[in-house]
Antibody, heavy 116, light 107 residues
Framework: EVQLLESGGGLVQPGGSLRLSCAAS????????MTWVRQAPGKGLEWVST????????YYADSVEGRFTISRDNSKNTLYLQMNSLRAEDTAIYYC?????????WGQGTLVTVSS | EIVMTQSPAPLSVSPGERATLSCRAS??????LAWYQQKPGQAPRLLIY???TRATGIPARFSGSGSGTEFTLTISSLQSEDFALYYC?????????FGGGTKVEIK
């Protein structure tokens, strides 16, 4: 069974940083691109970033380009999202997803709140 | 950026009736279109990918169709557990984009 377990969310002040992690199990992590999708409170889904299986390619939404960095450690079956210069509009639940190429598995999400 | 537009919003349907949800892309996405279901407090769940292929474990009452810019998700006979939010998403072009969602509510 595929399991994706996010962690690292919390309350942070505007301009601050957070690193999200996603521990993956139940599938061959090294074979799949991985993606972060977020959902602001009461809003729809927004694609944030994708990383290829080998980390050779990364993609970002314009809204986070230059502030967020996606990475993965295939030896640990773990996906990361380093978030810098956080803004109030980054407040959301952040989901880790497995891409195949649709998002066929999702974690339970981790809440990031940016507020002073 | 490809804009995905979903209609109607919301959709009121009686249990046992058919529900038809629409999704329109601002430019062609071929068949690279997925549908997701989301219930309150839960993560989204993949229903359909490749415009018409049901994901693992998805009941046959869910079906998808379309290509290019016009897509449809049909729920043939609504069950109580089907009242939820539904999102379409294109994965043909970067950035990947979602529609705004259609809420299927009890009539």
């Amino acid at each position: 069974e595929v399991q994706l377990l996010e962690s690292g969310g919390g309350l942070v002040q505007p301009g601050g940083s957070l690193r999200l992690s996603c521990a993956a199990s139940g599938f061959t992590f090294t074979s799949y691109a991985m993606t972060w999708v977020r959902q602001a409170p009461g809003k729809g889904l927004e694609w944030v970033s994708t990383i290829s299986s080998s980390s050779g390619a990364t993609y970002y939404a314009d809204s986070v380009e230059g502030r967020f960095t996606i990475s993965r450690d295939n030896s640990k079956n773990t996906l990361y999202l380093q978030m810098n210069s956080l803004r109030a509009e980054d407040t959301a639940i952040y989901y880790c997803t497995k891409r195949s190429p649709a998002f066929d598995s999702w974690g339970q999400g981790t809440l990031v709140t940016v507020s002073s | 950026e490809i804009v995905m537009t979903q209609s109607p919003a919301p959709l009121s349907v009686s249990p046992g009736e058919r529900a038809t949800l629409s999704c329109r892309a601002s430019q062609s996405v071929g068949s690279n279109l997925a549908w997701y279901q989301q219930k309150p407090g839960q993560a989204p769940r993949l229903l359909i990918y490749g415009s018409s292929t049901r994901a693992t474990g998805i009941p046959a009452r869910f079906s998808g169709s379309g290509s290019g810019t016009e897509f449809t998700l049909t729920i043939s006979s609504l069950q109580s557990e089907d009242f939820a939010l539904y999102y379409c998403q294109q994965y043909n072009n970067w950035p990947l984009t979602f529609g705004g969602g259609t809420k299927v509510e009890i009539k």
